[in-house]
C-alpha cells in the first residue's frame, strides 16, 4: 500500500530554519506530483507548495513565497520542504501529499501523509 511518511518537524525559534522531509513507497513516485499542506491551530489545512513530477516547476502560497522551497529528490522517493526565516504564524501540522496533476488543491490529492508538527515560537 502507498505510504507517504514525514519527519523533520519539531519546535524552532522564530527566525530559524526546519528541513522537512516526505518518504514514499508504494507507489511510482516519479509520476506524481508532490505538495505540502498544513492546519495551523483552528483553521482549515491549507496549501504551501507543491513541485511537478519531474521536478522542474514548483509553486507556493503567497504566505511561504521566498521563504520556504519545496524539492525532490526521485532516486530516493523523497519530497522536502526547506522551511527558512520561520514565523509563529507558520506553526501547524504539515502534511506531504502525492497527486497525478500538478495542483494547489487538496482534491486533486490522492494520497495523504499522517503529518508532522512545526511550532514556532516568538
Known amino acids: 500500500q502507498v505510504q507517504l511518511v514525514e519527519s523533520g518537524g519539531g519546535l524552532v525559534q522564530a527566525g530559524g530554519s526546519l528541513r522537512l522531509s516526505c518518504a514514499a513507497s508504494g507507489l511510482t513516485f516519479n509520476s506524481y506530483a508532490m505538495g505540502w499542506f498544513r492546519q495551523g491551530p483552528g483553521k482549515e489545512r491549507e496549501f504551501v507548495a507543491a513541485i511537478k513530477r519531474s521536478g522542474g516547476f514548483t509553486r507556493y502560497a503567497d504566505s511561504v513565497k521566498g521563504r520556504f522551497t519545496i524539492s525532490r529528490d526521485n532516486a530516493k522517493n523523497t519530497v522536502y520542504l526547506q522551511m527558512n526565516s520561520l514565523k509563529p504564524e507558520d506553526t501547524a501540522v504539515y502534511y506531504c501529499?502525492?497527486?497525478?496533476?500538478?495542483?494547489?488543491?487538496?482534491?486533486?490529492?490522492?494520497?495523504w501523509g499522517q503529518g508532522t508538527q512545526v511550532t514556532v515560537s516568538s
Open positions: 501529499a502525492a497527486a497525478m496533476t500538478y495542483s494547489g488543491r487538496q482534491e486533486d490529492y490522492d494520497y
